[in-house]
């Protein structure tokens, strides 16, 4: 077998990559140490030596048939990489969720490592698997982990046991969990309210985004997965954007389009169509929908991010942000 495809997550101090079969060393001398292997469910101790070979091949069959991902967490110390520890979503059986595990080095620790490569692999599974929700537990005796769960915004989820090889036997652990407004945040950060002092004190700040349904020869609709790094990354979305200052939302879809698909429409092809008023955490989103069937160009996912010409009548099994439900069902009535 060979390391699965799978290009490596980086973030400012660490890569996330596919384990390779020479880690298989450096992984046993880092987990066979009681420390870290008395807080792993699915590790004996002492580990075997072997069972690091069939462990790092196990996670290559699990990547490549989509199931999980399991990565090495490697640093560099003196210009050399070093294999620190490993970080590793789960799917579910129905698929809509992921269960988060992760073990560092006691060398590396205290240095914030596991939240960093945790929440890097949370962001990333969100923004390209289907799933709604990150699960993960802690040993209720290990107050570090249930801190590093809570540092990348998974909430407390109750209680409940589970078996531990390394502890022979079941161990209370605390339960945790979040979703995309957990982890990659409310869709926007709440820009400062114009007028403050004459709002009150709870007033959410009211965005304007404007949106399309840009409708092909065929009545499909054009939806666009919000990419990573964006909150709310994973969900499908009508085309559009912000309305900047001193900009029409006619104007400012316009310009949107342009950036986003590389096509030009003129105001007098955008139809007002609808609009949804939804409040988000922190904002109340405002967005008018508009109607487009006439553009120039063809539509190219300009920042890389995934397009979906979907039917009406499908539009339901698309993700979408909690703000876009009423739309759809109009939509579908109105196509
Ligand atoms: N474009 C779009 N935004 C939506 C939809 N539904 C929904 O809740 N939103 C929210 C998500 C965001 O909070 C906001 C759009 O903001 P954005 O951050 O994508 O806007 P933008 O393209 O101007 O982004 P940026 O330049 O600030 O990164 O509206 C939708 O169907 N389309």
């Known amino acids: 077998m060979t390391p699965p495809d799978f290009a490596p997550l980086r973030t400012e101090r660490l890569v996330l990559r596919p384990l390779r079969a020479e880690d298989a060393a450096a992984l046993h001398r880092l987990?066979?140490?009681?420390?870290?292997?008395?807080?792993?469910?699915?590790?004996?101790?002492?580990?075997?030596?072997?069972?690091?070979?069939?462990?790092?091949?196990?996670?290559?069959?699990?990547?490549?048939?989509?199931?999980?991902?399991?990565?090495?967490?490697?640093?560099?110390?003196?210009?050399?990489?070093?294999?620190?520890?490993?970080?590793?979503?789960?799917?579910?059986?129905?698929?809509?969720?992921?269960?988060?595990?992760?073990w560092v080095g006691r060398r590396f620790w205290g240095h914030g490592v596991a939240p960093e490569a945790a929440a890097r692999l949370c962001r990333w599974a969100l923004a390209h698997l289907d799933i709604a929700t990150i699960r993960a537990s802690a040993l209720k005796d290990n107050p570090r982990s249930q801190a590093v769960l809570r540092r990348i915004g998974l909430r407390p989820a109750g209680e409940g046991r589970r078996t531990f090889l390394s502890r022979g036997g079941p161990m209370p652990v605390l339960l945790f969990e979040g979703g995309r407004e957990a982890i990659t945040g409310d869709p926007v950060p709440a820009p400062p309210p114009a007028e403050t002092a004459a709002a009150p004190a709870d007033a959410k700040p009211v965005l304007l985004v404007a949106a399309v349904a840009l409708v092909d020869?065929?009545?499909?609709?054009?939806?666009?997965?919000?990419?990573?790094?964006?909150?709310?990354?994973?969900?499908?979305?009508?085309?559009?954007?912000?309305?900047?200052?001193?900009?029409?939302?006619e104007a400012a879809l316009i310009r949107e389009l342009k950036e986003e698909l590389d096509i030009d429409v003129s105001a007098a092809c955008l139809a007002p169509f609808t609009f949804a008023s939804h409040g988000y955490e922190r904002f109340h989103l405002l967005m008018p929908l508009y109607l487009c069937r006439r553009w120039n160009g063809a539509v190219r996912a300009v920042e890389g991010q995934a397009l979906a010409w979907v039917r009406p009548q499908k539009l339901g099994a698309y993700a979408m942000p909690p703000a876009d439900k009423p739309l759809v069902a109009m939509l579908r009535d109105f196509l």
């Open 217 to 249: 020869a065929d009545g499909r609709v054009l939806l666009a997965r919000r990419p990573e790094g964006k909150p709310l990354a994973g969900l499908w979305e009508f085309p559009g954007g912000k309305v900047q200052p001193g900009e029409t939302p």
């Open 31 to 102: 987990v066979n140490d009681w420390e870290v292997a008395k807080t792993l469910a699915r590790v004996p101790f002492p580990y075997p030596r072997d069972l690091a070979d069939t462990w790092i091949a196990s996670t290559w069959a699990q990547i490549a048939a989509g199931e999980a991902w399991h990565l090495a967490i490697v640093g560099e110390e003196n210009g050399e990489e070093v294999l620190v520890g490993c970080v590793g979503l789960t799917l579910s059986r129905d698929r809509s969720a992921a269960e988060l595990g992760y």
